[in-house]
């Protein structure tokens, strides 16, 4: 079981990291260099082959300002996370609107209050 954790953890790490990468318009060469590793340890980083470091996951951590809770979220996590927070975002638009409306007698129509009523 241990070791199946550490294979989630270590392809999770590397698909966000690989993300991380491409989101800068890096190549693999010019993160290591960055890092300063070879580029076959990204590669394996990457691809899960490998396992980072402590040192070195503090290094990608501060590279791209992000957390390490952030470099291990899965997709599904990721997913959820980025729901949640649309839907708070959405209430607390709505909650703006009804004060917009009562402060200034304007009505403001979210995007998806107003295909919902259209149906």
Known sequence: ???????????????????L??????TQEKLAEELGVCT???SE???GKTFISGALMDEIARYFDTSFDELFL???RRMERDGEAARIASSMLRHNSEDFDRRYG????LAD?????QR
């Open 21 to 26: 990468r491409k989101g800068r318009h890096l």
């Open 40 to 42: 076959k340890h990204i």
């Open 106 to 109: 304007i009505t403001l129509h």
């Open 74 to 76: 899965t997709e599904e």
């Open 45 to 47: 980083l990457e691809t």
């Open 113 to 117: 209050d107003a295909g919902s009523r």
């Open 1 to 19: 079981m241990k070791d199946e954790s550490v294979s989630i953890a270590s392809a999770t790490f590397g698909s966000n990291l690989r993300m």
